[in-house]
């Protein structure tokens, strides 16, 4: 075949995919299948201590400096020892990654699309509860979180991104080839490996980052959260079992500014895909800027960081909606949502009617261990967070325009358990009603019916941030004045429901101004931040004549 024809037949072998649907979600009903089968798992998993290794170009790697990882809601519980990688281990495992980069695209995207299916039958089947009972005791999730991010966020990422992979080919080609040439677009990797920061939030978040730019022909280096090692750990492991290459991601718990550091110094070093805080991303952003004289390209700097997400409610609205959403979008996972409603604007009136109701809801919450499933909140993550969201409440409990109606105790002997906890404020601009807590810390600002326009004013200006938001409305016009007033202060934004539980595919995640760069994991959007096309023109005819018509006499 010549080298004509390999190049056309290259461009047109990928086959178009069917749309996936969405992972259904189980429901773990008492004396079901999957909620006997995860019981035992959990029982098993706390039944051992598993020694967690860095994986570089496949292998394990065993080092002497460890730390342990812990169960949050039972912080003596000791889930694992985690050897953590070291200056060589890092340096190897970007050796590993520039090396892998060629077979791995020569592998095509058919084949790579193959293994992420894989990954995602995988976890669909055999290693649902294994990633569903290390997330639930390494996080502390309830069994619904653990199901709705574990499993069928992170198969729905695999899924959905092989689907619009396969579609850029046709939907990024160029519209005009006129007569005697043909004119393509290679769908190219970025050159070089990608730094995958990972949150220890959410399992499926973790898995994506490094799988997301690996599956376009990028490799990676993933750094885990220091809290989430265990269930991560699993994830690589999984996907190893479902045939990815060695060095095509390599698993390095570690110290993140270390392995930044060791990454910037690499000229291969391609871009960061990143979830974590605000702070950190930007120190990033401003190290890589640096750092450009001895890189090879300019990097692609994607990320998701923090979120102070709102609730504005309008007098006229679905009063008993509103408790829920409240409810459910402050509270579950004890608030470690970067999407969790932490700030309310309420009006005087909704606020007289639905308060009492509010308190008494919140103060049914159950709180303990994962493993019971009455429980609706479990530990928050760490001793560290414990610290800095109680301070929170201990500030907000000496503020004399600060009132705390429900909660607001805590317990850090056996976990780290902290109440869900509703601050009322007057002022729209005190400490808890405008910073990020992270926890389970929901504060309401009551405002004068009269004045809804200039509340959404003040909500949209009192946040650096820009990720999630709610408005709660009856009134189609009411509804359209908060969309238009609110447009940029979230960059997923919803209408009479919570501000957390995007679903892959559906409301595909991300924001901006201080909440990132808004590249939309769970859309096609996020991918292409991972390509580097090459626009190819083919001339089919014989052009010998250097001279143009107007040179003629």
Request: net charge negative.
């Amino acid at each position: 075949m010549d080298g004509h024809n390999h190049i056309n037949s290259s461009l047109v072998s990928i086959n178009m995919s069917s749309q996936p649907d969405n992972e259904p979600i189980l429901n773990y009903e008492a004396s079901s299948t999957e909620r006997e089968n995860l019981e035992k798992e959990i029982k098993r998993q706390l039944s051992e201590v598993i020694e967690i290794p860095c994986i570089i170009n496949g292998k394990e790697v065993y080092t002497k400096n460890t730390v342990t990882q812990v169960v949050p809601h039972n912080h003596s519980h000791v889930l694992a020892n985690v050897h953590l990688a070291g200056k060589n281990e890092m340096e190897e495992a970007c050796k590993s990654a520039v090396s892998a980069q060629k077979e791995w695209i020569d592998l095509g995207l058919e084949e790579r699309c193959k293994i992420f299916e894989r990954c995602a039958d995988l976890l669909a089947t055999n290693w649902r509860m294994k990633i569903n009972a290390s997330t639930m005791l390494n996080q502390s999730k309830t069994v619904f979180q653990a199901e709705i991010d574990a499993a069928c966020e992170l198969i729905d990422f695999w899924r959905f991104n092989v689907h619009y992979a396969q579609n850029f080919h046709d939907d990024l080609q160029p519209l005009v080839s006129p007569e005697g040439m043909v004119n393509t677009t290679e769908i190219r990797p970025l050159e070089g490996f990608i730094l995958a920061i990972t949150p220890f939030n959410f399992t499926s978040i973790a898995g994506n980052l490094p799988s997301a730019p690996a599956l376009v022909g990028c490799t990676a280096l993933w750094k885990p959260s220091r809290n989430s090692y265990y269930s991560n750990y699993m994830i690589m492991k999984l996907m190893m079992e479902a045939g990815l290459p060695a060095g095509v991601i390599n698993f390095l718990p570690g110290s993140g500014a270390e392995i930044t550091d060791v990454a910037l110094s690499n000229p291969d070093f391609a871009g960061v895909h990143f979830t974590g805080s605000t702070g950190v991303f930007q120190g990033i952003w401003q190290r890589i800027a640096k750092a450009l004289p001895n890189l090879k390209g300019y990097p692609r700097i994607v990320g998701e960081t923090g979120g102070k997400d709102f609730i504005v409610a309008h007098p006229d609205c679905d009063e008993k909606g509103l408790v829920v959403a409240l409810l459910r979008g402050a509270f579950e996972y004890q608030g470690q949502k970067c999407s969790a409603a932490s700030r309310a604007y309420i009006p005087k009136t909704v606020w007289e009617n639905i308060s009492g109701k509010l308190i008494t809801e919140v103060e049914k919450i159950k709180i303990g261990d994962c493993n019971d499933f009455t429980n609706f909140m479990t530990a928050v993550i760490d001793q560290k967070a414990f610290d800095k969201i109680t301070g929170y409440i201990d500030r907000a409990r000496g503020n004399e325009n600060c009132e705390i109606v429900v909660g607001g105790q805590s317990e850090g002997k056996k976990g780290w358990f902290i109440e869900p906890t509703i601050i009322v404020t007057k002022d729209p601009k005190s400490e808890s009603m405008v910073e990020e807590i992270f926890g389970p810390v929901l504060t309401i600002y009551v405002y004068d019916d009269d004045n809804f326009e200039a509340t959404l004013k003040l909500c949209d200006e009192s946040s650096p941030y820009a990720l999630t938001g709610a408005i709660f409305a009856k009134s189609e016009k009411d509804i359209q004045i908060a969309y238009d007033a609110l447009r940029f202060t979230a960059g997923n934004f919803y209408i009479n429901d919570k501000p957390t539980g995007a679903v892959v595919a559906q409301q595909p995640f991300g924001g901006a101004r201080a909440s990132g760069t808004n590249d939309k994991a769970g859309g096609p959007l996020n991918l292409l931040r991972w390509i580097s096309p090459r626009s190819v023109k083919r001339t089919n005819m014989e052009i010998h004549d250097w001279t143009y018509p107007f040179m003629e006499d």
